[in-house]
C-alpha cells in the first residue's frame, strides 16, 4: 500500500459506508463543487485525488491521476482537460479509498502571489486603512497542519483568508470568465515589528512593508483542499472563515463581506501590474511580472476583523510625548520611527502577539482547516 494510504484495517467499502454517518464532516456535494486534494507518489509524481467524504484522520477519495495515467503539477490541470461532468465520469472508474488526512499537499504551489489589504470594512477600521490595498507576497506554500518558529524580536500576527488561483494565466478581466477557479483556506501570517519598521505612514496603502512583513517561509499556510464551485461567484457568500487562538475565537465572517470580489481585485491588479512602488529586500518590485497572474499563482483576497494589530493611535502618541500635527492630522516625520519602535517594544515585552506553545487554528466549512503550533 503506498505511504500516503490511510494504514487501517479496514475495507474501503466499510469507511465509505461510516463517512456517512452524522459523525462524519460535510464535503460540498458535486453538485456545488468538486474537492480535490494531491499527494505525493513514487519519484516524487503528484496524484490528484476527488474527495468524497472526511472522518477524523482520513478522507475518503478517487486517485483521478491513477485513472487517467496523469500526474500534474496543479490539479486543476485535469478540470480544465476533462471539464466537470467528465471528472466525474472518470472518477467512476476507480476506487474509493482511504487517505491519511496529514499526507495531503499543500493547496498552491508556486512561490509569488498578491494579497490584498484592508479588504473587509470591519477590519480596515481596525487597521486604521480608508482603502483597499494590493502587494506582492512571496514564498511557497506550506501544509495544513505544522508548526511555525518565531524569529528573534518578530511580532507575529494572524489573518485568515479565502485564497483562489486559476486553471490558466489571467492576462486581461475576459480571462477569468473561460477560467476555473480553484478555491482554498489559507493564512497570511505577519511580522508587524517588519512593516512598522518599513511602512510608509504618510501613503499607508501604498503597500509598502507588507511584502517583507508577509513574506518568506511558513508565512502562507493553506488548508487541504483545493475546492473548484461551480458557480464560484455565488458559492463565495456561503463561506465563513474563522480563527482560533488557544480554542478562543479570534475571527469570523463571511467572505461575502469582501468590499471588492475577485474580478475587481483582479482588475486592480492587472491596472498596477507593472508599477514598482513595492519594495522586497531592498528592491523595487512589480506587482505581477509580465503584467500577468500566471497559473499557480495565489490571489488572498483579505482578511476580516479580528486580528491583533492595532495603529497606535493617538491617545498612545499623546502618552508617550511627541509633537503630534492636530491640524494636518498627522504625525511628524523625524519621530514616527521612534514612536513605531517604541510600540514595538511594548508589545514584545507585553507578549501581545502570537507566543511559543500557542496553536493557531482556521477554518471555514467545506475547506478543511489549518493548525499551526507556533514554536
Known amino acids: 500500500m503506498p505511504h500516503f494510504l490511510l494504514r487501517s484495517g479496514l475495507p474501503a467499502a466499510l469507511l465509505c459506508l461510516a463517512a456517512g454517518t452524522a459523525s462524519a464532516a460535510a464535503l460540498f456535494p458535486t453538485s456545488q463543487a468538486l474537492t480535490l486534494a494531491q499527494v505525493a507518489g513514487e519519484g516524487g509524481r503528484r496524484h490528484t485525488l476527488l474527495l468524497s467524504r472526511e472522518q477524523g484522520e482520513a478522507v475518503l477519495a478517487v486517485d483521478l491521476s491513477a485513472v487517467l495515467d496523469s500526474y500534474p503539477r496543479d490539479a486543476l490541470d485535469l478540470l480544465r482537460q476533462h471539464g466537470f461532468e467528465g ?4 472518477a467512476g472508474q476507480g476506487k474509493t479509498r482511504p487517505y491519511a488526512r496529514q499526507a495531503l499537499l499543500p493547496s498552491a504551489y508556486a512561490d509569488r502571489h ?9 477590519h480596515a477600521a481596525e487597521a486604521a486603512i480608508d482603502e483597499v490595498f494590493l502587494f506582492p507576497k512571496y514564498g511557497e506554500p506550506s501544509a495544513a497542519r505544522g508548526e511555525y518558529r518565531l524569529r528573534p524580536g518578530e511580532l507575529l500576527d494572524y489573518e485568515v483568508e479565502l485564497c483562489l488561483r486559476f486553471d490558466r494565466d489571467i492576462r486581461r478581466p475576459a480571462d477569468l470568465e473561460a477560467a476555473h477557479v480553484g478555491a482554498f483556506l489559507c493564512g497570511d501570517l505577519s511580522d508587524r515589528a517588519e512593516l512598522l519598521r518599513r511602512i510608509d505612514t504618510r501613503d499607508v496603502a501604498s503597500g509598502r512593508g507588507f511584502t517583507d512583513a508577509k513574506s518568506g517561509p511558513g508565512r502562507l499556510p493553506t488548508g487541504p483542499y483545493l475546492v473548484v464551485p461551480r458557480d464560484w461567484r455565488q458559492w463565495l ?24 470580489g475577485p474580478e475587481a481585485l483582479l482588475r486592480q491588479a492587472l491596472a498596477q501590474a507593472e508599477s514598482r512602488q513595492w519594495r522586497y529586500q531592498g528592491q523595487a518590485v512589480s506587482l505581477l511580472e509580465g503584467g500577468v497572474l500566471a497559473q499557480g499563482q495565489v490571489l488572498l483576497t483579505g482578511t476580516p476583523e479580528g486580528v491583533i494589530y492595532r495603529t497606535p493611535g493617538l491617545a498612545y502618541r499623546a502618552w508617550k510625548g511627541l509633537l503630534w500635527g492636530l491640524s494636518l492630522g498627522f504625525l511628524r516625520q523625524d519621530l514616527v520611527p521612534y514612536v513605531l519602535q517604541s510600540y514595538i517594544d511594548e508589545s514584545l515585552a507585553a507578549r501581545r502577539y502570537l507566543q511559543p506553545g500557542q496553536l493557531l487554528r482556521h477554518s471555514a466549512e467545506g475547506l478543511g482547516e489549518i493548525e499551526l503550533r507556533i514554536r
Open 114 to 122: 498578491v494579497a490584498a489589504g484592508t479588504n473587509y470594512a470591519a
Open 87 to 90: 471528472l466525474l465520469v472518470r
Open 237 to 260: 457568500h456561503g463561506v465563513r472563515l474563522r480563527t482560533e487562538v488557544d480554542g478562543q475565537p479570534r475571527q469570523d465572517a463571511s467572505a461575502g463581506a469582501m468590499l471588492k
